[in-house]
């Protein structure tokens, strides 16, 4: 099994996300997929260090690790045999346009609008308990080796996703 911590972030301003359109790199598993930004940790990193880290080195925002609010830990099984664990956080963008990023093209994107980009189906629940949630939530997803998702678990308790995702 091959297991990777990862940190992502969707930095906000103005009722709009600012998201990462994945179109640079060869070999991308998220290859035409929007996300926000972030990525693994380096050696020693708590999750704080590492999507400072990331977010400084895809946008140019430093958006100080006091400001970051750490809203949920995802779980990914993908089905391929790798195991991801991701920290997921929001934050409030300063007033500056982000640099551009060699992993894709940045984009500000309404909150609303997102759920028409090409986004993997479980970053749309994730995207609701944003948006209905304030409090931490842990979140489980497994794929089968066709990047298709077949389970959600969120809190420990398996969630029928289908029924939650009607928009």
Not at 13 to 37: A, P, Q
Request: hydrophobic letters at 35%; proline letters at 2%.
């Amino acid at each position: 099994m091959y297991e990777i911590l990862t940190t992502l972030c969707y930095i906000e301003r103005d009722d709009k996300y600012l998201m990462l359109h994945r179109v640079s790199k060869k070999n991308d598993i998220s290859k035409d997929k929007w996300l926000g930004v972030g990525g693994h940790f380096e050696e020693g990193e708590s999750p704080e260090e590492c999507m400072h880290r990331e977010i400084l080195e895809e946008t140019g925002y430093d958006i100080p690790k006091e400001e970051l609010n750490f809203r949920g830990l995802v779980t990914f099984v993908s089905g391929r045999g790798d195991y991801e664990l991701m920290s997921l956080f929001t934050a409030h963008a300063p007033d500056a346009e982000p640099n551009d990023c060699d992993e894709g093209k940045l984009e500000w994107i309404k909150k609303s609008d997102v759920y028409g980009l090409n986004l993997w189906e479980g970053d749309k629940i994730f995207f609701k308990l944003l948006k209905e949630r304030k409090d931490f939530f842990s979140l489980k997803l497994v794929y089968d080796g066709k990047d298709n998702l077949i389970e959600a678990d969120l809190d420990g308790k398996k969630m029928d996703y289908k029924e939650y995702l009607r928009i």
